[in-house]
């Protein structure tokens, strides 16, 4: 249903699919522990087991490809939970973690993930295809420092406004 | 000549003290009432039945530090306080309680009331502008278009009474009504009219007294949740005190109309002793439904306030009053 | 009632409503340009009360972190401490017993109905009705009673653990609880008497603030704002979790879209709640509240886990990126009132000051829940 | 100046002080300024069981002017600090402060190693009059703390010490 909808509009966006990982379940356990300490994973979909991971839809994309998957969401009227950064600093990239449900019946989450370097940390905004996303975008840009080319009104939203540091960046220090 | 200016004058000093003690215990007893209804003992530790909570309050607030804010207008801001007092007591002089105790009965009586009473909104007008705060402003801007739209409405049910009875002396309306329940102008089955509208007159008036007073459900100018206090917010200490006695005042000065006019005065609904008590009684009753409405109802909007005076009591008000015209020119 | 005049932009100024206002509820700011009465354009200043919880969350052991959550939202604490337990069971995979679930149920229910009484009353003191407060609060004392009693403190509750539970409920705690739900529901035809049937009240609500499907949508509005806009989104049964599936309860959904709607839906809420406190009592099962094998030392294997619940504010989300040490990696808190919140600034354009306060009344808002 | 005969007046003026902080401890009116968790245990304290308005305590002023006591109720952020410096220099003279809760006090359970958000404690740059500890404290403590604050200004005991007694 909308899993596979989903599933197959995100895989649109990967003309040449990679061998998509299905989920099983110690295996993909055993993979992120692989990945998290060796190299970070390839962009791509990958369909997780919901009773673990709590979402049912992985999908990796470059900060290029963000908008056009937002989009796909947006039209298969998805709502916004939130938007969210990781800093995996041994790899030195930041993450942007954007979440997305339905309110009908027919669940699935999908979770969007964009890697970016951390000496650049820019992703566009999608401001433009959910207002929702504003102060997800601003606290995520003065939490991590991560600029959303195009935000409308990019200054700190919980920090005092002239604050310039950024708290949940691991190499942070008060 | 002298005699009188003395009576005038020990007449006020009674008229003020009244005023005053009725301020300060009706806070007491808003206090309480409020506590009642809402299950809660209510102030009730200082004093016997916290009696004397209202005095405490009273030196707290006079010996708090008079402050006025920075680029407020000095001469408005301390007139304001003192123009919500002032007409309020100078009120009281002519209403009589009995029919000995009144100051100084007058022939117009009912003008002199009405014309200290529109007073009021300046003292808002004044106190919201001079203390320049956006809040306080927005504030005395709703005070003041209420006024307007409620006094109107009063004033034409007013002239109805006026009508009725033939005469603006407040002792002659009360003598027409005094000789049972059945004269009062609330329900004038035996009286000079047979008006049976006069019911909805009381209400359109009492309605009209609870917005001139800027009680709720029509206290859009001290609007708590939303405009912080209203156009006192910039008012500590004793300026605060007087607004708040000035509030006070004119619920007793609002109420003590509404007895007069529809309720027989100082008469006895079986026409047995009357005196001062009857009138204190209805008085007194008049207050607390004044009480009990606040804190039962939440607030109405400006706009739905607007709307219920001009669209509403003024059209109401006006019919009643040309019913009445025609029945007195038929009867 | 929407603007029916053509807003002047020139004529505007700005009014600064907050940080300390009677109607904010705590410390929220909204800078609003006003055209006299009418709003013309409204930013909402949130972070003065930020208390950095998910740096905490960093920084802080898994079960040193339990407190965190109930000091997050102090009114329903209960649930969002569930989201967390929830998700750190799921990572590192501990079995609850049943019993236990049960009586998270029950708590995380008599929770919602005191938060949503206390929204009651302070929703109608921002109407400027003071009674309802009162009586909303007395009640609200007997649930605080009942779950002091067994939790050991008034708001900010620290009851469940990984696994299970800080205390096992006694009999008190169950008469006491079947006591309290014939009187609540009592005490709800009261206030649909007092207040709900009140003229005043619904002029002041009825067509305020429509909040349409495709806004929820876009901003990721949950809860009664969601379900007073015809929305039926219930994490409880959308997603279900723990033992919600074996309840039988409604979700009540209105399709007026106005404050009032909202009002409706959380004052049935609250009686769908006591449906389900009444079905847990009598399917309460034997057994203990903490599982016989339990890891001593909490460590989630690597990844990244997710689980939403619905608390009494809405659909809460956590996220909890685990590294495998005995800290999380990373802990994002998505809370439902941060989205509703941000529905205002868009939504109160045009409106009267006094209608947006009323509106702000209906989202329900506890700030250092936004805040975080 | 000890030893100086000080000539009795007509006017008694230490009576006439002592009558008005009377007065002013039997009429504390807080300011309505909540900002965490506290805040709804002070309004539990203003509700029907406790009754804050039994000590004349209850009438809750949102504007500063008309307020004699600030109730801190909650955690400080760094950003809120400087509003509630204005809020305490807009309320005039004579006026006290009560620190109700943990946070208020030293920054609670907020206070750890690294955090960039919270000040740690009212009395950092208000003068606090009484401490009132808890997370948060119950109402009965808020009771506790009024009675305190009410000693403190008036140096007159509503009720006698349980030990003297």
Redesign the interface.
């Known amino acids: 249903m909308i899993l596979e909808k989903t599933k197959s509009g995100l895989l649109k966006m990967f003309p040449e699919p990679e061998p998509v990982e299905t989920a099983v379940e110690e295996t993909s356990?055993e993979d992120?522990?692989k990945n998290?300490s060796k190299e970070p994973r390839k962009n791509g979909v990958v369909e997780r087991d919901y009773?673990?991971?709590?979402?049912h839809l992985?999908a990796q994309v470059s900060p290029e490809q963000l908008l056009e998957a937002v989009a796909i969401l947006d039209d298969l009227?998805?709502?916004?939970?939130?938007i969210?950064g990781?800093?995996w600093i041994k790899e030195d990239q930041l993450e942007v973690?954007y979440?997305f449900?339905?309110?009908?019946?027919d669940?699935c989450?999908v979770?969007i993930r964009t890697r970016i370097n951390r000496a650049a940390p820019v992703v566009p905004t999608i401001t433009g295809l959910?207002?929702?996303a504003?102060?997800h975008e601003r606290e995520t840009h003065e939490?991590f420092g991560i600029k959303f080319e195009g935000h409308p009104h990019l200054i700190?939203?919980?920090?005092?406004e002239d604050a310039d540091f950024h708290?949940?960046l691991k190499d942070f220090k008060a | 000549m002298s005699l009188t200016l003395l009576n005038v004058i020990v007449a006020v000093v009674i008229a003020i003290a009244f005023a005053a003690a009725n301020a300060a215990y009706l806070v007491w007893a808003e206090r309480r009432g409020?506590a009642r209804?809402?299950?809660?003992p209510g102030p009730n530790i200082n004093g016997p039945f916290g009696l004397l909570q209202p005095p405490l309050d009273g030196i707290k607030l006079m010996a708090k530090q008079l402050l006025i804010p920075g680029g407020a207008d000095k001469v408005l801001f301390i007139a304001a306080p003192v123009l919500a007092m002032f007409p309020a007591i100078m009120s009281f002089v002519t209403i009589p309680f009995s029919d000995s105790i009144v100051a100084k009965n007058m022939n117009v009586g009912i003008l002199m009331i009405f014309a200290f009473a529109s007073m009021g909104g300046m003292s808002l007008l004044f106190a919201g502008w001079s203390s320049r705060n956006?809040?306080a402003m927005?504030s005395s801007v709703?005070a003041v278009s209420q006024a307007v739209a409620y006094e109107i409405p009063m004033l034409i049910t007013t002239i109805t009474v006026v009508m009725i009875a033939g005469s603006m002396d407040l002792m002659e309306i009360v003598h027409q009504q005094s000789a049972s329940i059945l004269h009062w102008n609330i329900f004038p089955l035996l009286g000079n009219s047979h008006n049976i509208l006069m019911p909805f007159s009381f209400l359109i008036f009492f309605t009209c007294t609870l917005a001139e007073t800027n009680r709720?459900?029509f206290?859009l100018g001290e609007?708590?949740?939303?405009l912080?206090a209203g156009f006192h917010t910039e008012y500590g200490s004793m300026g605060f005190g007087l607004f708040f006695m000035g509030e006070y005042a004119n619920i007793v000065i609002g109420s003590c109309m509404t007895v007069i006019l529809f309720l027989g005065g100082w008469s006895c609904p079986f026409g047995l002793f009357p005196g001062v008590w009857w009138f204190l009684l209805k008085l007194y009753l008049l207050i607390a439904t004044f009480i009990w409405i606040r804190?039962?109802?939440?607030?109405?909007?400006?706009?739905?306030l607007l709307n219920l005076s001009w669209k509403i009591l003024i059209p109401l008000s006006l019919f009643n009053l040309l019913f009445t015209a025609g029945l007195i020119k038929v009867f | 009632?929407s603007s029916p005049i053509q807003l002047q932009p020139d004529e505007t100024?700005i009014?600064n409503v907050g940080?300390?206002?009677?109607?904010t509820?705590?410390?929220l700011r909204v800078k609003m340009e006003m055209n006299g009465?009418y709003i013309v354009d409204a930013e909402t200043v949130?972070?003065?009360?930020?208390?950095?919880h998910?740096?905490?969350g960093?920084?802080?052991t898994y079960p040193q972190y339990l407190?965190?959550l109930s000091?997050m939202d102090?009114?329903g604490a209960m649930g969002y401490s569930h989201g967390h337990v929830l998700?750190v069971e799921?990572a590192a995979g501990i079995e609850v017993p049943e019993r236990a679930e049960y009586i998270r149920a029950i708590m995380v229910e008599l929770n919602r109905v005191a938060s949503h009484l206390?929204w009651f009353g302070a929703f109608?003191?921002?109407?400027?009705?003071?009674?309802p407060?009162?009586?909303a609060?007395?009640d609200r004392?007997y649930i605080l009673d009942m779950m002091e009693a067994v939790t050991g403190s008034?708001?900010?509750y620290c009851y469940f653990r990984f696994g299970g539970l800080y205390n096992d409920i006694d009999d008190d705690f169950i008469s006491a609880a079947r006591r309290f739900i014939p009187r609540m529901r009592k005490s709800l035809k009261k206030y649909h008497k007092?207040?709900t049937g009140?003229i005043?009240?619904h002029?002041?609500l009825e067509g305020i603030a429509p909040l349409t499907k495709e806004m929820?949508?876009?901003?990721?509005?949950s809860s009664a704002v969601?379900r007073g806009s015809g929305?039926?989104?219930d994490v409880r049964?959308?997603?279900p979790y723990s033992v919600y599936p074996e309840f039988d309860f409604d979700v009540p959904v209105y399709h007026e879209c106005d404050s009032l709607a909202r009002y409706n839906v959380r004052m049935e809420e609250m009686e769908q709640s006591l449906r389900i406190i009444e079905q847990g009592l009598d399917k309460l099962p034997d057994g203990p509240i903490m599982p016989k094998k339990k890891p001593k030392l909490i460590k989630p294997?690597?990844?990244?886990?997710?689980?939403?619940v619905e608390t009494a504010r809405g659909?809460f989300?956590i996220?909890l990126?685990s590294?495998?040490t005995k800290t999380p990696?990373?802990l994002?808190l998505?809370s439902p009132t941060?989205?509703n919140m941000?529905?205002f600034d868009?939504a109160c354009r045009g409106m009267?000051?006094?209608?947006a306060?009323a509106f702000m009344g209906s989202l329900d808002l506890v700030?250092?829940e936004i805040?975080? | 100046m000890g030893t100086q005969n000080v000539p009795s007046s007509v006017v008694q003026f230490a009576i006439v002080d002592k009558l008005i902080n009377i007065g002013r401890a039997n009429s504390l009116w807080p300011?309505?300024?909540?900002?965490?968790?506290c805040?709804?245990?002070m309004?539990?304290t203003g509700?029907?069981?406790f009754d804050m308005s039994r000590f004349g305590a209850e009438v809750f002023r949102?504007s500063?002017r008309q307020s004699d006591v600030m109730i801190v109720a909650?955690?400080i952020?760094k950003?809120?600090m400087p509003?509630i410096k204005t809020?305490y220099d807009q309320m005039p003279e004579p006026k006290w402060v009560m620190a109700l809760g943990n946070c208020a006090i030293s920054g609670g359970?907020?206070a750890?190693?690294?955090?960039?958000?919270?000040v740690l404690g009212a009395d950092e740059f208000l003068p606090v009059d009484v401490y009132i500890p808890g997370?948060?404290p119950?109402p009965e403590a808020l009771l506790q703390g009024i009675i305190e604050l009410e000693h403190l200004v008036s140096d007159w005991k509503r009720w006698k010490n349980p030990e003297a007694a």
């Not at chain 1, 449900?101 to 019946?105: E, I, N, T």
């Not at chain 3, 109608?124 to 009674?131: A, E, K, P």
């Not at chain 3, 294997?301 to 939403?308: M, S, V």
């Not at chain 4, 750890?112 to 919270?118: D, K, R, V």
């Open positions: 356990e992120e522990k998290a009773s673990v991971h709590g979402y992985d009227e998805f709502f916004i939970e939130s969210t990781v800093d973690v979440d449900s339905r309110y009908d019946f669940t989450r979770v959910y207002a929702g504003n102060w939490f700190p939203l919980l920090l005092p708290p949940l | 409020a209804i809402q299950r809660r956006k809040y927005m709703r709720a459900p206290d609007a708590e949740s939303e912080v804190w039962t109802f939440p607030r109405t909007t400006i706009y739905g | 009632m100024f009014l940080p300390q206002h009677p109607a509820h705590g410390v009465e949130i972070g003065y009360i930020h208390r950095m998910e740096k905490m960093e920084v802080k407190m965190n000091r102090y009114l998700v799921k206390f109608v003191m921002d109407l400027g009705g003071f009674s407060l009162m009586y609060l007395q004392e008034r708001l900010t007092l207040v009140n005043i009240f002029k002041r929820c949508r876009k901003y990721g509005a969601a929305i039926n989104f049964k959308n997603e294997p690597a990844g990244d886990y997710y689980q939403a659909s989300g996220r990126v590294d495998g990696y990373r994002k998505r941060y989205s941000h529905l868009e009267m000051i006094m209608d306060l700030i250092p805040d975080r | 300011l309505t300024f909540g900002i965490a968790c805040a709804i245990e309004m539990a509700c029907a069981r949102p500063a909650g955690t952020t950003k809120m509003g809020l359970p907020f750890f190693e690294g955090q960039y958000s919270i997370c948060p119950r």
